[in-house]
């Protein structure tokens, strides 16, 4: 049942031990409390990553919503998550607009065509997991293949902060750095999981601060992609946008050459969404592997959805399981008002145009955290599952795709496509350990033989 929640107790507080179940809930008033924290919590990376991409952070947060709605759905309420923006497919957007013509409405409509291909290829990948079993995943995606291929897609986009953000105002981008590693060490509770938003707030205030006390900025501009003077932060967009009105769509077109850079991110969804529906089992004290399958699947249908009407690819969040385990609430209840509430946020033009004037300087000072973390969450997979490099079949194929994605290094097939960065590297991390692994006729050790599949805190936040 999705829907039909049980009060849990008189409704107000939970007993030392005791934790409100996916199908129970608090009072509505508590209930609507938790679901405005979930929103808290998606909201610094469901709007950071569809900015990075150059989509549109205002449509991202309405359809997250709309994802999580889905998500719930399929899942039959068995699952509490909340779908925010996915940065697993920032290195392949990145690709695509280098070659469609950088921050146009054309570019913009084959990233969310190639995106939407990859979304409807996790949905049935969703779909065997189901019908075959878990067990099919950890045969094709080892910890060592999907430890490989995290890493790449962090590590990957280390030139878009170094050629494209930093550049912007660098001092900008150091203090930005700066003030999110303290919020995240510091506070360790529920700040310190929106370190990444409250950082982006600081950097955006002091970018505003700056140009009222030095003025314009002259360094590199990305919307002309030359040096010249410029204001830091701009509110031309945000004074012309309505209070109330529906976000940007626009329709999706497919090209192959853009769909194969995305495809990669697929199997960090798979790690991904298997990580985190296991965590939620720990914490509930349910046996979820069977919805392990659905979850996929949802994601998948979700992501499709969002970017057939030119939304961001969606993913479950990590974030979110952290204020669950920190609440010791599970309630579905709660991210059904989470998404009513990012559906809402949606529908406000002049808070997207808001959000989408961030200074560069600042998402560079923030970038640089996201997509080092994306890249040690590989190593984390690898240590968790104790993979052993002395082995060559582990180790080569792996480090040469890391190498090819961190380049990123282009490999022109034909006249008008080649494969480059992340792309090629996880051909190579996939391809070469497969092939490496049945001519050396053998099979991965017991302790590779189980994918922990994390991408985020889960472990931790479960306690």
């Not at 990957?156 to 203090?175: E, H, K, M, N, R």
């Amino acid at each position: 049942m999705a829907f039909g929640w049980k009060v849990h107790g008189e409704g107000r507080t939970l007993a030392p031990g005791e934790v409100v179940k996916p199908d129970e809930r608090l009072s509505w008033p508590r209930t609507i409390g938790f679901g405005a924290q979930h929103v808290i919590a998606m909201f610094g990376a469901t709007f950071v990553f569809p900015l990075v991409m150059g989509l549109d952070p205002n449509l991202a947060v309405m359809m997250s919503g709309v994802a999580t709605i889905l998500f719930l759905l399929i899942v039959k309420g068995k699952i509490p998550s909340y779908l925010g923006t996915s940065a697993s497919f920032v290195g392949g957007v990145v690709a695509i607009r280098g070659l469609f013509g950088g921050d146009t409405p054309a570019a913009d409509a084959v990233v969310t065509g190639a995106i939407l291909v990859a979304g409807l290829v996790l949905a049935i990948c969703g779909l065997l997991i189901h019908v075959l079993g878990i067990q099919i995943i950890h045969k094709i995606f080892p910890p060592v293949v999907t430890g490989g291929v995290v890493m790449l897609i962090g590590f990957g986009l280390a030139y878009v902060v170094a050629d494209i953000y930093w550049p912007q105002d660098q001092w900008i981008a150091l203090i930005t750095m700066l003030v999110t590693f303290f919020i995240m060490v510091l506070f360790r509770g529920f700040i310190g999981r929106i370190a990444v938003l409250l950082g982006l707030v600081v950097g955006y205030v002091l970018s505003w601060l700056a140009d009222r006390a030095f003025g314009a900025i002259t360094a590199y501009n990305a919307g002309t992609g030359k040096i010249d003077t410029h204001p830091r932060v701009s509110f031309d967009s945000v004074a012309s946008a309505d209070w109330i009105g529906l976000p940007d769509f626009h329709a999706p077109s497919f090209q192959a050459s853009a769909i194969l850079l995305v495809l990669p991110a697929v199997i960090a969804l798979i790690a991904e969404n298997v990580g985190h529906v296991k965590a939620v089992g720990e914490m509930t004290g349910v046996d979820a592997d069977p919805y392990i399958g659905r979850a996929v699947a949802a994601d998948g249908v979700a992501t499709a959805v969002a970017t057939a009407v030119g939304g961001s690819p969606t993913t479950t969040y990590a974030e979110n399981i952290g204020v669950m385990a920190a609440t010791r609430v599970y309630s579905t209840a709660a991210y059904y008002v989470a998404a009513v509430i990012a559906i809402l946020f949606g529908l406000c033009p002049k808070f997207g145009a808001l959000i989408a004037a961030t200074p560069g300087g600042v998402l560079g000072g923030i970038t640089v955290i996201l997509y080092g973390m994306i890249g040690l969450l590989g190593a984390k997979i690898w240590v968790e599952n104790r993979v052993d490099f002395a082995d060559p079949v582990n180790m080569v194929p792996i480090g040469a795709g890391i190498i090819l994605a961190i380049g990123p290094v282009a490999h022109q097939i034909t006249g008008d496509f080649r494969l480059e960065g992340i792309a090629l590297g996880t051909i190579v991390v996939l391809g070469g350990y497969h092939l490496l692994r049945a001519i050396s006729r053998r099979g991965p050790s017991p302790a590779e033989a189980v994918s922990g599949g994390e991408i985020g805190y889960e472990k931790d936040a479960a306690g």
